[in-house]
């Protein structure tokens, strides 16, 4: 019973932190699936806001929300707030995220999208894919 309580009581207290730490960045409206680090995202609203300097937060319309970690972008800088997502066939993989001071985050890519990558044996780039974001 103890141990249900302080689980409980844990659980209550990381979700306040990452909700209080949590700074709204930007709205998206994705209109397809799409693959952010191990996890499988629905078409959906979204809300993209930065938890610490290495974890962002994605909630959707309903609240569901999961955090992923981040390292900074590897490209130029970007003007305007935006999503880029890698497209492989009907596949869509999160890779970044920019707002309007330029700065840049990406997400590390997963082992299924490697193995997209891998199975495109002609070496080209992923199709990029851009959502602006509001």
Known sequence: MYRKVFGALVLLTLALVVNVNAQQKARADVPFSFMAGDRMLPAAS??????????LLVRDFRGDASMFTFGPADAKRAMYNKMVFHKYGERYFLYQVWDADGQGIQLYRSNLEREQELARNNGSAPQEVVIALR
């Open 46 to 55: 979204y809300d993209i806001s930065e938890v610490t300097s290495n974890a």
